[in-house]
């Protein structure tokens, strides 16, 4: 798949809510994944596919999603971004939230390489 192809997967997958099947079959073994920050101050990237696994499988756990939107994709070269908006309660704290952020994805050899997400600032 090109960078394009690659890209209306992630479009297509996210809509459906198909986290596994997007890491299963998009995503490189190597993966880099970046958030903007982390809850308990640890490194705010994760390498390989079973490091973001498991950042997928917590935020299955620990968030009931309301609506999920994934609006783009926006392709140059190697490169796409993503802009996610989630209506979210964190199950420990009850706490209902409206996120929105945008992921910034890079492609080699048809597999998605790294991605870094950026939140909405304000």
């Given at each position: ?9 992630v ?76 209506d ?6 009850k706490?209902?939230?409206q ?24």
């Open positions: 798949m090109n960078t394009e192809e690659v890209a209306q997967k479009i297509e997958l996210v809509r459906k809510q198909a986290w596994h099947e997007a890491l299963d079959t998009l995503y490189d073994k190597n993966i880099v994944s970046v958030e903007a920050r982390t809850m308990d101050g640890s490194s705010p990237e994760t390498h390989g596919i079973d490091g973001v696994r498991g950042k997928t499988d917590w935020w299955l756990q620990n968030m009931q999603v309301h609506s999920f939107k994934a609006n783009g994709p926006f392709v140059a070269h190697d490169r796409f971004v993503v802009q996610y908006d989630a979210v309660t964190d199950k420990n704290s706490k209902r939230m996120l929105s952020e945008v992921g910034v994805y890079t492609v080699k050899d048809g597999k998605i390489v790294r991605e870094e997400f950026l939140p909405r600032a304000g």
